[in-house]
């Protein structure tokens, strides 16, 4: 069978979560219209009786300015090292020119395609000088068109993957859709909905930590801390009389009752950790 480790880079915004999900047909990767939601690498795989495909989403290329940074770009360089084929996702309408200084700053040592996305937003004529543009460079072996978001060539892009996979035997179990926790996507849940709430600073400024995760009989019970910077962050996720944090908390309580199929009681609290971001201890407490 077909087996490989597929890893997808890009600049922040391309589109690199919501291809995950396209491709393995589950919601795995929060998304977001803002830039910088993904902070982990997550591995989705997509099993068959013929293959099996670890794709991983990796956070957008960007030059680190925390701490926090420079732990999601060493995510990005483990990527590289244990990819079979690499998938650069750039949005067809950015500029090209920064796209090929970050593809070219990979180094990579693997097969590369670009991959073209979100061109149900884009002319023929366009989608076409794009593809020329990356044809022309050595780290391209492909350049495949696609809208993640719309599936449109997804499918297509599986079968230019699959045939550039070595053959072997699996990683990990055929019912396997990820490595990660539980609770890891809770606390994602969680995050993604402060990123749809809030404005500015504060999704940027905010980590999500789930402290308890304890299966009942007939419920699951989740206690989760959001931190912040600072008190005038705590004030703006609480909101006046606790608005925002119910509105947080039910709407995050409402997806996680899907993703698990069962009744949830989640409790959320606010601490305050000023400059977490550059924090070894805090870091690593928050699974960074």
Known sequence: MKVGFVNIFGKPNAGKSTLLNALIGEKLAIVSPKVQTTRHRIKGFLNSENYQVIFSDTPGIIEPRYKLHEKMMHSVKSSLEDADLALLLVDVNENLEEADIIFSGLRLKVPAFVVLNKIDRTQQDKIKQVSDFFDAK???KKTIAISALKKINTDLLLSAILEFLPEGEPFYDGD?????PTRFFV??????????????EIPYHTAVVVREFKEKISLIKITAEIIVHRESQKAI???????????????SRQEIEKFLSSKVFLELFVKVRPKWR?????LKEYGY
């Not at 396997?176 to 990660?180: A, H, P, R, S």
């Open 138 to 140: 050595a780290y391209c």
């Open 176 to 180: 396997d859709l990820t490595d990660l």
């Open 187 to 200: 606390g994602e849940m969680i995050r993604e909905k402060i990123f749809d709430l809030f404005q500015d």
């Open 237 to 251: 996720i609480l909101g006046e009389k606790g608005k925002m944090i119910r509105q947080i908390g039910t709407t």
């Open 278 to 282: 550059d924090n070894d201890i805090h």
